[in-house]
């Protein structure tokens, strides 16, 4: 299949600045890039749809350029921004630089003909005189146009207006695509929907710099069924990092996608085909209850940004829940799984000597005294661990605490409490 109609049939493109670009993917070897900006030491899920994208034109025969913006970072992008960002100091910048570098690194073949390349704005705008940059940039660039732009026009008439330093962010950016054209024959810039104006800005700057012609593509923007950017839970975003986002809270999200935006997902995060994206929308129409499209979309995301061993821990967490014996589980998803259950501090020297199952009971919410405890616990209905526990008298001892040193009590079939020693 021509990599135009796959990016066509799953709703991959939303505007091309010039018609014969799916033309000249079907059949030229272009080089092209996409930006990301280091205002965080990981990219989110929603960056991961661009990632993506761009293993899909690799695997097509064109050369990637992975642009971390040492530079503009410095700046702050004003698309989709209602206020302008905290600038961060250049060692929070470089060191997010690094983090998303390597991470950045993970999704695309660095080996082959069309080897994916990593590349740092700062490089060349480090040493850039000013004097020298308004002579040869700014003087191309026109008031009225760069006002026209969406992401300056919102921001004009705002309450909060636009300060200069971002006002000039489409220059550099623009300067970004001009310079890896000069410099690595990059022809195509991708990006989301909201850098649509920046990315025109670099084609004009091609055109009048080097009388050439140099394309741009966007991609939808994701966002759930309430219109919120994907990958934006009540507790903040989903970040490709597991000490940020643990495999098992991202694969959960996953789990939980809407019926009605599943199958858009199956097609921007995986590389299933076609028909068998038209499988699990059938699944869906006819067995939504089964929930075979969401399953199988968090498992797809899961192992390509966590592994195998990440989709298995993620697996064993939710297993949890129904009931499974707590074991080989790490701190992260054990805070994670029980982020929102009550939790009670202990101190770990009451272990010594062994803790009355009972008394350690009577501490949690779960129980208003040791006898309603006992009584529990004859009823077969006090769990430690995810283990019932049979004997009245049983001793807690350090030998039965999970990682980090944390126990975990149920009582019945889903009333949970979290015990931390320390």
């Not at 829940?321 to 080989?328: A, L, Q, T, V, W």
């Not at 009355?356 to 430690?384: C, H, N, W």
Request: hydrophobic letters at 35%.
């Amino acid at each position: 299949m021509q990599i135009s109609h796959d990016l066509r049939s799953r709703g991959i493109i939303d505007t091309l600045s010039h018609p014969q670009i799916e033309e000249k993917l079907d059949t030229d070897f272009l080089s092209f890039y996409s930006g990301f900006d280091p205002t965080s030491a990981s990219i989110q899920i929603g960056n991961l749809f661009a990632v993506i994208t761009m293993k899909r034109l690799q695997m097509a025969g064109h050369k990637p350029y992975i642009l971390v913006g040492g530079a503009t970072g410095m700046i702050g992008d004003p698309s989709g921004k209602s206020a302008e960002r905290i600038l961060q100091s250049e060692d929070i910048i470089r060191y997010n630089v690094e983090c998303q570098r390597k991470q950045l690194e993970r999704f695309l073949d660095f080996n082959g003909k069309n080897a994916a390349s990593v590349v740092n704005n700062y490089d060349w705008f480090n040493n850039f005189n000013l004097l020298e940059f308004l002579r040869i940039v700014g003087k191309r660039f026109r008031i009225t146009e760069m006002l026209a732009k969406d992401s300056v026009k919102g921001r004009m008439e705002s309450e909060t207006g636009i300060s200069y330093t971002e006002f000039t962010y489409q220059i550099l950016q623009a300067y970004d695509f001009a310079f890896l054209y000069r410099n690595h024959n990059v022809k195509l810039q991708i990006g989301g929907s909201d850098q649509w104006g920046n990315i025109t800005a670099g084609t004009d700057l091609i055109r009048k710099m080097y009388q050439a012609e140099a394309y741009g593509m966007t991609v939808p923007l994701v966002t759930d069924s309430s219109g919120k950017k994907f990958g934006k839970s009540e507790e903040g975003a989903l970040y490709l990092d597991p000490k940020m986002t643990s495999p098992y809270k991202m694969y959960q999200y996953l789990l939980n996608s809407d019926d009605s935006k599943v199958i858009t997902y199956l097609n921007y995060y995986t590389f299933l085909t076609l028909d068998e994206i038209a499988h699990l929308k059938h699944q869906t129409e006819t067995m939504a209850h089964l929930r075979e499209a969401q399953k199988r979309l968090a498992c797809d995301v899961v192992k390509l940004v966590h592994g195998d061993e990440g989709f298995e821990s993620a697996k064993r967490a939710t297993a949890i829940f129904f009931g499974e014996k707590i074991e080989n589980l790490s701190l992260d998803d054990l805070n994670s799984i029980f982020k929102d259950v009550p939790s009670t501090a202990v101190s770990i020297t009451e272990l010594e000597n062994g803790f009355d199952i009972s008394a350690l009971l009577a501490m949690t919410p779960l129980f208003k005294s040791r006898g309603e405890a006992r009584r529990s616990i004859a009823q077969k209905g006090v769990y430690l661990n995810n283990v019932l526990v049979e004997n009245e008298t049983l001793s807690i001892t350090k030998d039965q605490l999970l990682e980090g040193n944390n126990l975990v009590l149920r009582k019945g079939k889903k009333n949970y409490c979290l015990i931390r020693f320390s």
